[in-house]
């Protein structure tokens, strides 16, 4: 390993699991509290305000064990749409992809018309994934029809 490649790792390599890297600064918190990590009995390595090229600064989450299935890949992609999700097998890198927000969002998110029948009665909710003129990501619901912003999203 290079002197450049040590100064890179500030959080501990690991042998087997999944590292969310580039995640927004400060959104660091969020994306472990909807992925329940506090919870995990998997051994979790965690930093914030990590210097990186692109973004400044940016928080990286290491959860031994693990490999997260689409419905949380979802969720990672609403709360740091900027991260890259990367596979770890016996130290290697097996697999490094950027998130991707899906067209469509169900189960995972509230929504926050509290007239909604969602609120109301027992039916999942449902989401297209669209961008407004600014190209910022709303979400649609498919019942209300009622578009919020990332700053109302709230998970279940
Ligand atoms: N990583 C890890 N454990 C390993 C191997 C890699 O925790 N056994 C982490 C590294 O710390 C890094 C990420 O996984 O944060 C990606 O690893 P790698 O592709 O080797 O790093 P870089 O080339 O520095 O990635 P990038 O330039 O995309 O940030
Ligand atoms: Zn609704």
Redesign the pocket.
Known sequence: MDSNKRK??K?S??RNGT?I?HIPSGKSFQVIKILNLKTDKNQIYFGTGLDSKKFGKKG?I?ISDKYFADEEISKIALVAPSA?L?E?TD?E?TK?EKVSLPDKVEKIVKCFNPKCVTNIQEVSTKFNVISDHKGEMKLACHYCEKTMGKENIEFF
Do not use: Q
Request: proline fraction near 0%; hydrophobic fraction near 60%; avoid cysteine.
């Open positions: 890179e790792l959080v390599a690991i590292v890297d990286i290491k890259t990367i770890i130290y890198v490094k």
